[in-house]
């Protein structure tokens, strides 16, 4: 069974940034993928980052270049750089973990961005 909780959502203006943050309840070197995920209202949940036990990360070309996912080992932490951010990234965002052949789920953070 592994944990997750999303943290960092808010408001922000739109070509502003957000951190946010996913804290797992295992050790993070033994899970096989972390990802994020997003859901707007009226839209099906899509994928927007992932990075893989190796270290190599997967972008949703809509936010590459903008978003970037890294991980901390020693807290056991995901977290997703959000930079220069659209209206049109508004939406709950849900951390991923892929752990023994089962995709676990976060809460999902609401992030807001004003035009």
């Known amino acids: 069974q592994v944990q997750l909780v999303e943290s960092g959502g808010g408001l922000v203006q739109a070509g502003g940034s957000l951190r946010l943050s996913c804290a797992v309840s295992?050790?993070?070197?033994?899970?096989?993928?972390m990802g994020w995920y997003r859901q707007a209202p009226g839209k099906q949940r899509e994928f927007v980052a992932r990075?893989?036990?190796?270290?190599?990360?997967e972008y949703a070309d809509s936010v590459k270049g903008r978003f970037t996912i890294s991980r901390d080992n020693a807290k056991d932490t995901v977290s997703l750089q959000m930079n220069s951010l659209k209206p049109e990234d508004a939406a709950i965002y849900y951390c991923?973990?892929?752990?023994?052949?089962?995709?676990?789920w976060g809460q999902g953070t609401q992030v807001t961005v004003s035009s």
């Open positions: 990075i893989i036990r190796g270290g190599s990360t």
């Open positions: 991923s973990a892929d752990y023994i052949r089962i995709r676990y």
């Open positions: 295992v050790r993070i070197s033994s899970i096989n993928a």
